[in-house]
């Protein structure tokens, strides 16, 4: 592969000539260039609103897949870092890039490029947070929202980004909510293409009710939880309720470093749930939840002691509500 589009101790080569300019323009150029080489496209297909022809491109991300190169995926990451570390912000190019990435990264994903996607996904981040360090980061235990057999909210990794950068916007200009306990803020958007998971059990529907035995976490973790009984809807028996906004929930990195299994990713704050809120007012956890909370870190709990009144406003809402899968 030319390597016109490296990026190393601090210095930008690019193929372009011209000798003055910014070393943030010839980064910006760097980038389009490894970008434009990944996917075999030419300048021409660049537009002021992205690409021109993306729909064309996304199509190339199967042919992407089958060459990908993670050895140099890791090294153009590694690189970008490194050069974050010593210089300003980029242009305005690079947020177009990464998201016309989450795009390629969700057509990899219904093809079957799991591992792929990934990769594409982690040079999405890499360059949406080129800029400041963010104050809100993407918790792994979150990836539970991107498996589609998840009884909760699902999203894509396009849908995905785009809450972390709503949510960082959010942070930036102090709009964040207070949560019940001080380590806990919440990060409130609006977003109808995230659907809710939750369906209100009817007469009609009660029949179709099943249950299994699930954890949220094993030992890889850092912790071995115990199993619950979870009863769920199938996707194909019942329709979820409309979304009003969804909440995400956010945990402060001092609270994590305290929970076995918290795995920080070193921002002020994380995600650790996204809940596509079906009411105003929002929906309680589970009591599940609440009681292994209750009991303590070392099972899996945040320490946190929930009030009779909210165990029983729990209990009552989830006796006539279930989740979807």
Not at 9 to 37: C, H, P
Not at 41 to 58: V, Y
Not at 84 to 111: C, H, R, T, Y
């Given at each position: 592969m030319d390597k016109s589009w490296e990026i190393?101790?601090?210095?930008?080569?690019?193929?372009?000539?011209?000798?003055?300019?910014?070393?943030?323009?010839?980064?910006?150029?760097?980038?389009?260039?490894?970008?434009?080489?990944?996917?075999?496209?030419?300048?021409?297909?660049?537009?002021?609103?992205?690409?021109?022809?993306?729909?064309?491109?996304?199509?190339?991300?199967?042919?992407?897949?089958?060459?990908?190169?993670?050895?140099?995926?890791?090294?153009?990451?590694?690189?970008?870092?490194?050069?974050?570390?010593?210089?300003?912000?980029?242009?305005?190019?690079?947020?177009?890039?990464?998201?016309?990435?989450?795009?390629?990264?969700?057509?990899?994903?219904?093809?079957?490029?799991?591992?792929?996607?990934?990769?594409?996904?982690?040079?999405?981040?890499?360059?949406?947070?080129y800029g400041d360090t963010p104050k809100i980061g993407w918790n792994k235990f979150v990836d539970r929202h991107l498996d589609p057999n998840f009884a909760g909210t699902k999203v894509t990794h396009a849908q995905k980004n785009k809450l972390l950068r709503e949510a960082n916007r959010l942070a930036e200009s102090n709009q964040l909510q207070n949560g019940p306990v001080d380590y806990i803020k919440y990060a409130i958007i609006k977003d109808p293409s995230i659907k809710s998971s939750i369906a209100k059990i009817t007469p009609e529907n009660k029949d179709k009710l099943k249950t299994r035995m699930t954890k949220r976490r094993g030992k890889e973790d850092g912790v071995e939880e115990e199993e619950f009984e979870q009863r769920y809807f199938e996707a194909k028996d019942v329709q979820p309720m409309p979304s009003d906004h969804v909440k995400l929930v956010l945990y402060s990195r001092e609270q994590l470093e305290s929970e076995p299994g918290g795995n920080p990713v070193g921002t002020d704050y994380d995600i650790v749930s996204i809940n596509a809120e079906p009411t105003p007012s929002g929906t309680p956890m589970s009591p599940e939840t609440m009681r292994r909370n209750m009991k303590g870190k070392e099972y899996g709990g945040s320490g946190r002691q929930h009030s009779p009144k909210e165990l029983t406003e729990a209990e009552s809402f989830w006796e006539n509500h279930s989740l979807v899968m």
């Open positions: 190393e101790k601090g210095q930008v080569q690019t193929t372009r000539s011209d000798k003055n300019i910014s070393d943030i323009m010839k980064l910006e150029w760097a980038i389009k260039e490894y970008i434009f080489e990944r996917f075999n496209i030419t300048e021409s297909g660049w537009a002021n609103k992205g690409f021109a022809d993306k729909e064309a491109i996304i199509k190339k991300a199967e042919g992407y897949a089958r060459s990908s190169n993670e050895k140099e995926d890791q090294e153009f990451i590694s690189n970008v870092k490194k050069l974050k570390q010593q210089k300003g912000l980029p242009g305005n190019e690079v947020p177009k890039i990464a998201s016309m990435l989450d795009e390629v990264a969700d057509s990899l994903e219904s093809n079957g490029f799991l591992k792929e996607a990934a990769q594409i996904d982690i040079i999405s981040n890499t360059l949406e947070q």
